[in-house]
């Protein structure tokens, strides 16, 4: 199940929010300030963030640096959904590494688009490294097979001649 932090300081959009995601089958964890926030997302790692620009506290784009500065949350992706609507709002969010940048009012549709875009974005990238990581592993597998094996053969040599020629050596 996908696990999704809402960092939201205004109680019915934060409250519709969790309704929404949780109706989609989405599991959910709330924060009501930035600082909070990241320590939910470090303490419980979600597959994506939805996080307000403007809060108390901490403000998302302090958020986002925070997340992107823990190797533990630094991949997760995470869509800004604020007020803050200008070119230049979203460029700064954008330009912090934001996946997204969704502005209020929103739908219920763009939404959760947004989030299964991200999340299928997470998981392609996943399986990616997972494959890496498979023919990492089966390249070293060969390598060290390769390497067990040179000894041997040279080992497997000398006995052979040894017992080629064991009629011919005299005992001592």
Same mark, same amino acid.
């Given at each position: ?11 019915? $959009? ?32 979600? #597959?994506?963030?939805?996080? #307000? ?28 959904? @604020? ?15 934001? #996946?997204?940048?969704? @502005? ?11 989030? /299964?875009?991200?999340?299928? /974005? ?10 890496? $990581? ?39």
């Amino acid at each position: 199940m996908t696990k999704v932090l809402v960092i939201e300081d205004e109680d019915f $959009l934060i409250e519709e929010i969790l309704t929404t995601l949780q109706f989609e089958g989405f599991e959910t964890l709330e924060a009501r300030n930035g600082r909070q926030g990241v320590a939910l997302a470090q303490q419980h790692v979600p #597959d994506i963030v939805v996080c #307000d620009i403007m809060m108390p506290e901490m403000d998302g784009y302090a958020v986002l640096e925070a997340l992107r500065a823990d190797l533990k949350t630094a991949s997760i992706p995470l869509i800004f959904l @604020t007020a803050r609507s200008s070119k230049t709002d979203v460029r700064i969010g954008m330009g912090l590494g934001a #996946d997204d940048y969704l @502005t209020k009012p929103f739908t219920r549709a763009e939404l959760l688009e947004a989030i /299964r875009a991200r999340v299928k /974005r997470r998981e392609v990238i996943a399986a990616m490294e997972r494959a890496r $990581l498979e023919e990492a592993q089966q390249r070293l597998a060969r390598l060290v097979a390769h390497e067990l094996r040179t000894p041997l053969i040279s080992i497997s040599t000398v006995q052979e001649l040894i017992s080629r020629q064991m009629n011919q050596l005299e005992p001592e």
